[in-house]
T-cell receptor, first 116, second 113 residues
Framework: AQTVTQSQPEMSVQEAETVTLSCTYDTSESDYYLFWYKQPPSRQMILVIRQEAYKQQNATENRFSVNFQKAAKSFSLKISDSQLGDAAMYFC?????????????FGKGTKLSVKP | DGGITQSPKYLFRKEGQNVTLSCEQN?????MYWYRQDPGQGLRLIYY???????QKGDIAEGYSVSREKKESFPLTVTSAQKNPTAFYLC????????????FGSGTQLSVL
């Protein structure tokens, strides 16, 4: 069975600085998706970034980028120029490619605080 | 605006009572999902449906039931058999039964009186 591990329960960053959130996963599949979701205090789940395992290029969305290391099964999220609005829970998630399972497996989350 | 609507936002259950959480989407998505979130935990899959009139159990289906009579609607019933129902429940959908991207509703907080 696939698993997702986020080893940092809490992280803190100064406004305008850069922070990296860690995620490792375990799977025997070669094709899959990886995601980072943000959950602010409103509790709405918001997709931050998505990576397809067959793509070697790391995904980027504005200030958010990932470091995808397939062999190491590592998928870290880097937030540059951190803003107060980035404060939230961040969840790493894994999804099988093809959709036969039809669901994502989530890590337990990292709570990010942003200091002004 | 297209999206997923969950209601109510807060729900209280008395012991021995069944309660139903509503989830409606107007995104024309085929697949819908119910997740449970406990404090300090990630999301865990309860049930999912890839097509109307069909659904499958997720990792923690015991004490829950669902129906999918219409494409737009995927209600979740928390039965009296669920002994620890207090949690935040999230409904989600995807255009097809793939894992390209989940669209989430705003959630329902269920508490026991």
């Amino acid at each position: 069975a696939q698993t997702v591990t986020q080893s940092q329960p809490e992280m803190s960053v100064q406004e305008a600085e850069t922070v990296t959130l860690s995620c490792t996963y375990d799977t025997s599949e070669s094709d899959y998706y990886l995601f980072w979701y943000k959950q602010p205090p409103s509790r709405q789940m918001i997709l931050v970034i998505r990576q397809e395992a067959y793509k070697q290029q790391n995904a980027t969305e504005n200030r958010f980028s990932v470091n995808f290391q397939k062999a190491a099964k590592s998928f870290s999220l880097k937030i540059s120029d951190s803003q107060l609005g980035d404060a939230a829970m961040y969840f790493c998630a894994y999804g099988n490619y093809g959709g036969s399972q039809g669901n994502l497996i989530f890590g337990k989350g990292t709570k990010l605080s942003v200091k002004p | 605006d297209g999206g997923i609507t969950q209601s109510p936002k807060y729900l209280f259950r008395k012991e021995g009572q069944n309660v139903t959480l509503s989830c409606e989407q107007n995104l024309n998505h085929d697949a819908m999902y119910w997740y449970r979130q406990d404090p300090g935990q990630g999301l865990r899959l309860i049930y999912y449906s890839q097509i109307v009139n069909d659904f499958q159990k997720g990792d923690i289906a015991e004490g829950y039931s669902v129906s999918r009579e219409k494409k737009e609607s995927f209600p979740l019933t928390v039965t009296s058999a669920q002994k620890n129902p207090t949690a935040f429940y999230l409904c989600a959908s995807t255009p097809t039964a793939t894992n390209e991207k989940l669209f989430f509703g705003s959630g329902t907080q269920l508490s026991v009186l």
